[in-house]
């Protein structure tokens, strides 16, 4: 693994040995145990779009890890007035052990992978958050003791959740069923990929997504980027609430995951998310040790 950048590339074996790094950060951590195993590194941080455990999480791991984070808006950079991508890739490559980028395109990240000459992370696109579907592997399997065989159902827009969550788990032997309206589906990537695998399926009845879940997961309707979109979003995503009614369909003891920032009222209702909030935000803080795990096999001498 050169880079992270969506979890199609990468192995069963890979994402499992980055789980595996990932408990042994979190166990570090909770203990006590040194863990500076990026001492004297550095990662570039560049954000195109606003965010909370991201940036928190990226610029504390690097922390922990006896790094340093430096955090680059689209505002306060070059990046802001048009500098080609290929050129402040190769800048900070001279400068920096690692990148870290949050941005709208995929294309973009791809092209920092490909002109930087150091490691090349997405912490988000509209096609793919590979981080954020690490964590949720990571509390799943948690609660789970396993991900093999489980049953993973999304609910919502075929966003870059949708994605991902079809390539990590399928790959790691899950079955996964999507369900969104007619219009939203999710990538044809990810799709082509999936019906490769025997173990998805697509719906646009969530109660046919849900039924015999392991674990349920739900996000915002309407991402960064198309608050322009929110109102008819709200008519076409009628029905796909996560509630009683839909976790009634589940196994007893199914599990609820959710990225976060949750609306409350909207995907999920406000009862279900605070029954849950123990997994919900166990996943919120696994975005910290599974960052670091990526961070600790991408960037530390080999």
Known sequence: MKHLLKLLDLSKEEIIHILDVADQMKYNQKHGLEHRYLAGKTLAMIFRKNSTRTRVSFEIGMYQLGGHALFLSEAASQIGRGEPTEDTARVLGRYCDGIMIRTFDQAEVEAFAAHAGVPVINGLTDF??????????????????????????????????????????L??????????????????????????????????????AAKNADVIITDVWASMGMQDEAEQRQKDFAGYQVNDELMALAKPGAMVQHCLPAHRGEEITAELFERHATEIFDEAENRLHAQKAVMYLLMSEK
Do not use: W
Request: proline residues 5%; glycine residues 10%; contains cysteine.
């Open 128 to 169: 793919a958050h590979p981080c954020q579907v690490l964590a949720d592997l990571m509390t799943i399997r948690e609660h789970m003791s396993k991900l093999e065989g489980l049953n993973l159902c999304y609910i919502g827009d075929g966003n870059n959740m949708a994605n991902s969550l079809i390539a990590g788990g």
């Open 171 to 208: 790959k790691v032997g899950m079955h996964v069923a999507v369900a969104t309206p007619k219009g939203y589906e999710p990538d044809k990537e990810a799709l082509d990929y999936a019906a490769t695998t025997g173990r998805f399926a697509l719906y646009n009845d969530p109660k046919e």
